[in-house]
């Protein structure tokens, strides 16, 4: 990896850090050598970065060698400037600033600039390193930090179980289910993976499909905006609480009645979730609305069993998660219980305007 990516994957642990610990300064490091050393430190007031630390020649620990508050970091004077290069004595922070030109597309139509990583060591605990969908000039994938999406919890009972998981703070943010064991399992990849990835054999796999909004989406999906790419995200995200499912829903609900909770819309005005005891006749179950924060009662919906869907309609998995929906039947579509079937940047579902499931690929222009 050149110089510049590592660069922003410090300026990236720079961000996230001083959002876990904003205001810890660290040992304080003189100006001197470190403010003046080697072209890419550049010296001046620029290189003295964060608090009181100045990067130097990476004498200071944590906060003197630029990796927490050092020249690289948000007073560095790389990056825009450019003279980070050659900058090795200041600290991992040296190279700062953006990465310059990468192969955009349709899914990641942004240059990524924080949150950089190479492998899960990079980032923070709670975050996993998958492909941002953009590559360098080079065609190299480049690759983020992203949240995993576990349900808020107050005690690890409430996770899947108390050896892959631990209830725990992520980042800045408030405590989450958090696996803390490598890989990810099928059933519980709405913990173990960001949105938009699915687990299969072990790993997190991009099933993101790129959208403008959710007229690009297939049924029961959102279009989920994000610094860098917009994509469409399944609305059955498993919660604990409403907390979890911004902008996926404005409820956690039981919408099938079964025990397990997930992301609901409101049904009408009525300021409660849409679940499938609202429902009947000929349109049994709940349907995830324009937006994923409405719900209707409609024809594709969750479901136990076939007797829940309308006539004409099967229940069946389409993920991983032990989910099942009402489909268009009797054929069921080419990708049911295998969602794996699809090539990678695809999801199994049903199509925006109805019909059987099938690998959809989203349809925002490039």
Same mark, same amino acid.
Not at 102 to 128: E, I, K, M, S
Not at 240 to 261: I, N, P, S
């Given at each position: ?6 660069? +922003? ?6 961000? +996230? ?33 964060? /608090? %009181? #630390? ?6 200071? %620990? ?33 190279? %700062? ?5 990468? !192969? ?40 983020? *930090? ?31 289910? /958090? ?15 960001? @949105?938009? @990835?699915?687990? =299969? ?9 790129? *959208?403008?909004?959710?007229?690009? *989406? ?28 911004? &902008? ?7 919408? =099938? ?6 992301? #609901?819309? =409101? ?8 679940? !499938?005891? !609202? *429902? $009947?006749? +000929?349109?049994?179950?709940? =349907?995830?609305?324009? $937006? ?20 004409? @309609? ?14 268009? %039947? ?5 990708? /049911?219980?295998? /969602? ?9 579902? $049903?199509?925006?305007? &109805?019909?059987?499931? $099938? ?8």
């Amino acid at each position: 990896m050149n110089v510049t990516r590592h660069g +922003l994957r410090a300026v990236a642990l720079v961000s +996230l850090a001083l959002l876990v610990a904003c205001g810890d300064s660290g040992p304080s490091v003189p100006g001197g050598t470190g403010a003046t050393g080697g072209t890419g430190a550049t010296g001046g007031t620029g290189a003295s970065g964060g /608090v %009181g #630390a100045t990067g130097g020649n990476g004498t200071g %620990g944590m906060i003197g060698t630029g990796g927490e508050a050092g020249t690289g970091g948000i007073a560095g004077t790389g990056g825009t400037g450019g003279t980070g290069g050659t900058a090795a004595s200041g600290g991992t922070g040296g190279t %700062g600033g953006a990465s310059g030109p990468c !192969n955009t597309n349709a899914l990641c139509h942004t240059c990524p600039t924080q949150f950089v990583c190479d492998t899960a060591a990079d980032c923070f605990g709670g975050y996993v390193c998958v492909d941002s969908g953009c590559d360098t000039l080079q065609g190299a994938p480049i690759k983020q *930090c992203q949240p995993s999406r576990g349900g808020s919890c107050v005690s690890v009972n409430e996770c899947p179980n108390p050896t892959d998981y631990e209830c725990k703070k992520v980042g800045a943010g408030t405590t989450h289910c /958090v696996r803390v064991t490598a890989g990810c399992t099928g059933v519980t990849e709405s913990y173990d993976c960001p @949105f938009g @990835f699915s687990c =299969e054999s072990n790993t997190c796999v991009d099933r993101r499909v790129p *959208c403008d909004s959710f007229l690009d *989406c297939p049924k029961n999906h959102v279009c989920r905006v994000t610094p860098t790419a917009n994509f469409c995200v399944r609305t059955y995200q498993t919660c604990h609480q409403d907390v979890d499912c911004a &902008g996926l829903g404005t409820f956690c609900a039981d919408v =099938e009645g079964y025990g397990a909770k997930e992301c #609901a819309g =409101e049904l009408g005005a009525t300021e409660t979730p849409c679940v !499938n005891a !609202n *429902c $009947s006749g +000929l349109t049994p179950v709940c =349907e995830a609305g324009s $937006s994923g924060i409405k719900a209707v009662c409609g024809d594709y919906g969750l479901c136990r069993t076939n007797g829940h869907c309308d006539t004409g @309609f099967e229940c069946v998995g389409l993920w991983q998660d032990g989910r099942r929906e009402c489909v268009l %039947g009797p054929t069921a579509g080419s990708c /049911v219980d295998d /969602v794996t079937s699809c090539d990678p940047q695809q999801v199994c579902a $049903s199509p925006r305007s &109805g019909g059987v499931p $099938s690998c959809q690929t989203g349809s925002a222009p490039p």
